[in-house]
């Protein structure tokens, strides 16, 4: 397939350009899945986020990359007082998140240029390591930063974790999906994922809501076994996944609503035909 090809995942039924995003505008929010290191992706999100716009004028997007105690310095960047350089600077982009900041900055920019909010979805590393480790039960109230407690993973969402995350291998302590060693590392994802189910419900579930687009990396939308579940237990039932697809990467049914075919990163060898 060429690259701008959408298709549904497992069949690779075509769909049309216009046809997804049409279907998107009508969501509560949208999903749009990243490798945090590929250009490529950021890329596609920001024309995806372009087309949704002359759809719904009202868009806010939200981004994994920022905690939502940035928000004010995303207002200052959205408002046009800051610089790129003083921007980056005091949304600590080089601790907070750390990729290449150019990857980001042509869907920042576009933020910008339109004047459409922007929020941060995140939370502090230290919840989730805390989580982690202690259990949301034993999170002191005054420091869960508004958010409430996951709705437990399912055996689905726990195999796809132990999966991506290697599988059952020599020396590894959990040798399942439902080892309770692999308890921890769940319990810690997922902080991740209500943190950004929050963060959007906030927003979609409000009067005269706007559609509101999450920048979030893949592995948190995948099957819609993390954010997307924990929306659906918040009450925002009406969310689509929309996913890059590189080639050489899996589409299996269920993985998402959507996918749109990447072209070739630099170095890769020209796809056939």
Same mark, same amino acid.
């Given at each position: 397939?060429?690259?701008?090809?959408? +298709?549904?995942?497992?069949?690779?039924?075509?769909?049309?350009?216009?046809?997804?995003?049409?279907?998107?505008?009508?969501?509560?929010?949208?999903?749009?899945?990243?490798?945090?290191?590929?250009?490529?992706?950021?890329?596609?999100?920001?024309? #995806?986020?372009?087309?949704?716009?002359?759809?719904?004028?009202?868009? #806010?997007?939200?981004?994994?990359?920022?905690?939502?105690?940035?928000?004010?310095?995303?207002?200052?960047? #959205?408002?046009?007082?800051?610089?790129?350089?003083?921007?980056?600077?005091?949304?600590?982009?080089?601790?907070?998140?750390?990729?290449?900041?150019?990857?980001?900055?042509? =869907? *920042?920019? +576009?933020?910008?240029?339109?004047?459409?909010?922007?929020?941060?979805?995140?939370?502090?590393?230290?919840?989730?390591?805390?989580?982690?480790?202690?259990?949301?039960?034993?999170?002191?109230?005054?420091?869960?930063?508004?958010?409430?407690?996951?709705?437990?993973?399912?055996?689905?969402?726990?195999?796809?974790? *132990?999966? =991506?995350?290697?599988?059952?291998?020599?020396?590894?302590?959990?040798?399942?999906?439902?080892?309770?060693? +692999?308890?921890? *590392?769940?319990?810690?994802?997922?902080?991740?994922?209500?943190?950004?189910?929050?963060? =959007?419900?906030?927003?979609?579930?409000?009067?005269?809501?706007?559609?509101?687009?999450?920048? =979030?990396?893949?592995?948190?939308?995948? +099957?819609?076994?993390?954010?997307? *579940?924990?929306?659906?237990?918040?009450?925002?039932?009406?969310?689509?996944?929309?996913?890059?697809?590189?080639?050489?990467?899996?589409?299996?049914?269920?993985?998402?609503?959507?996918?749109?075919?990447?072209?070739?990163?630099?170095?890769?060898?020209?796809?056939?035909?």
């Amino acid at each position: 397939m060429t690259p701008g090809t959408w +298709f549904t995942p497992g069949t690779q039924a075509p769909l049309s350009h216009q046809e997804v995003l049409a279907r998107a505008a009508r969501q509560q929010a949208v999903l749009l899945g990243e490798s945090h290191d590929r250009a490529e992706n950021h890329r596609w999100q920001m024309h #995806v986020c372009a087309g949704l716009l002359a759809h719904r004028p009202d868009l #806010v997007l939200g981004f994994e990359m920022f905690p939502a105690r940035l928000n004010p310095v995303l207002a200052d960047w #959205v408002g046009g007082t800051l610089s790129e350089a003083a921007f980056l600077e005091r949304a600590e982009w080089s601790t907070v998140w750390g990729f290449d900041a150019e990857f980001y900055m042509p =869907i *920042f920019r +576009f933020a910008r240029d339109f004047g459409i909010e922007m929020i941060g979805l995140n939370c502090r590393r230290a919840l989730v390591a805390e989580v982690g480790r202690d259990g949301w039960e034993n999170i002191p109230e005054d420091a869960r930063e508004g958010l409430s407690p996951a709705a437990p993973a399912t055996a689905a969402y726990r195999q796809y974790l *132990f999966d =991506i995350t290697g599988g059952r291998r020599e020396g590894r302590a959990a040798q399942s999906a439902d080892d309770p060693a +692999f308890d921890r *590392f769940v319990r810690a994802q997922q902080t991740w994922d209500r943190a950004f189910a929050c963060r =959007i419900a906030e927003r979609a579930a409000a009067p005269d809501a706007p559609l509101v687009v999450g920048i =979030i990396g893949r592995g948190h939308l995948e +099957f819609r076994g993390g954010t997307p *579940f924990q929306l659906d237990h918040l009450g925002i039932a009406q969310t689509m996944v929309l996913l890059p697809h590189a080639r050489g990467d899996s589409h299996h049914a269920g993985q998402a609503d959507a996918m749109c075919v990447m072209p070739d990163s630099p170095g890769q060898p020209a796809a056939a035909g």
